[in-house]
Every structure is written in C-alpha cells, then in structure tokens.
C-alpha cells in the first residue's frame, strides 16, 4: 500500500536553517493530512494539520503547505533546532473514516 | 493534548499465547483506534472503536484479535494466540470532539512474540 510516500528515509540539516519534509500522495480522495513526529520508544506526537480545501497552514515555527495537482505536501520547520531531530510521519485520511494512512517516515537530524 | 498511556510497555510472550494491551486516556473520548509498526515498516490502521463498537478494521483485524472498553475506561486489544508475525509495536490512539481530524498516540507497547 503505497497511498502515501515520504521518499527521503533521512534529512540532515544545520541548526537555525529551514528543515523542509516531503511527502506524495496518490489518493485524491484524502481530505486531511497530518504531520507527526516521533521520537525512540515514544508513540507519534501530533505536530500540524491540514485540510485538503486549504493549501497552506501556520503553527509557530511548524508550516504545511499542500499542492493539490501534485499530490504533494511538505513541512517547513523554520528555524530547526537540536530538539527537532526525530523521525517525521506524514498521514492522511479520508472524512468517511478517520484511519490513518502513513508514510515511511522521514528522520530529520539537525546538526548543531 | 489529551493524555493517553498504554500498559505494559513490553510483553514478552511465548507463541500461541493470549495477549491484552492496554490503553488508559485521562479523560473521556469517544473515538479509539490501534495501530501497529513492525520493525522497519509502516504505522498500519488496525482497527478503529465508537460508543461501544467497532467502526472500522482492517484486513489485519483478522478473527485473532479483539477489542472492548469492559470497564468504560480502559479500551483493550487482545490477540488470542499470537504468531510471531504479531510481534510489533502497538499504539493506542484517540480523538476528540473538539480535536476532530487529530490523533493522539499512546506511547505504545512492544509486543515480542517467541
């Protein structure tokens, strides 16, 4: 099941620079999309959402942007810092039911 | 963010054995879910609960697995002879009214199976 695609298994990025995470769909029928992270042997953590009628959402240093042509969404974390090295989840779901579809995750390590 | 916590936090379980996670939220919700992540896989939807029900499972939710809120608190998984290919992490989800589209995850048990 390949609904949703994050193609960078990792990102390394500077201290104080935009980390950006990517992630493609193919389902068209998706209406939310949501980013979590997740640290080692913690559960996911909700970090921003957004909904498939908007193409951008704000929260603090956290933007989603979603391009709907292009099935493709990505998380800016502007600016990065140390405590934001972990793995990334993007997911999605349709209104009809509320399961979430993952992807692979993307592990952002941010370098001081 | 609501609070969920799961127990235990590891079960080691010899094969063909029976199973219970749990899962506690701190306050009430409505809306539970399982999910689990084999190592070096993806998170995978297994089954989703609603006002005593359930309201969505997955081709994974086969006849092995249950679930129940028998005390209308605690919310259960139960794999009834578990098979090595069940051993995972298991994450406990909810969903609130006021947090309709978002998830909040337990931090999860590791099921080993032997």
């Known amino acids: 099941d390949q609904q949703v695609k994050q193609n960078s298994p990792s990102l390394s990025v500077q201290e104080g620079r935009i980390s950006i995470l990517n992630c493609d769909y193919t389902?068209?029928?998706?209406?939310?999309f949501l980013w979590y992270k997740k640290y080692p042997a913690e559960g996911p953590t909700f970090l921003i959402s957004i909904s498939s009628i908007k193409d951008k959402n704000e929260d603090g240093r956290f933007t989603v942007f979603l391009n709907k042509s292009a099935k493709h969404l990505s998380l800016h974390i502007v600016p990065s810092q140390p405590g934001d090295s972990a793995v990334y989840f993007c997911?999605?779901?349709?209104?009809?039911?509320?399961?979430?579809?993952w992807g692979a995750g993307t592990k952002l390590i941010i370098k001081p | 963010e609501p609070e969920v916590t799961q127990t235990p936090s590891h079960q080691v379980t010899q094969m063909g054995q029976e199973v219970i996670l749990r899962c506690v939220p701190i306050s009430n919700h409505l809306y539970f879910y399982w999910y689990r992540q084999i190592l070096g896989q993806k998170v995978e939807f297994l089954v989703s609960?609603?006002?005593?029900?359930?309201?969505?499972k997955s081709e994974i939710f086969d006849d092995q697995f249950s679930v129940e809120r028998p005390d209308g608190s605690n919310f259960t998984l139960k794999i009834r002879s578990t098979k090595l290919e069940d051993s995972a992490m298991y994450f406990c989800a909810i969903r609130t009214s006021s947090s309709y589209n978002e998830q909040f995850f337990g931090p999860g048990t590791r099921l080993t199976v032997l």
């Open positions: 609960f609603y006002n005593n029900e359930i309201s969505e």
């Open positions: 997911a999605a779901h349709r209104d009809s039911n509320y399961q979430l579809i």
């Open positions: 389902n068209s029928m998706f209406d939310y």
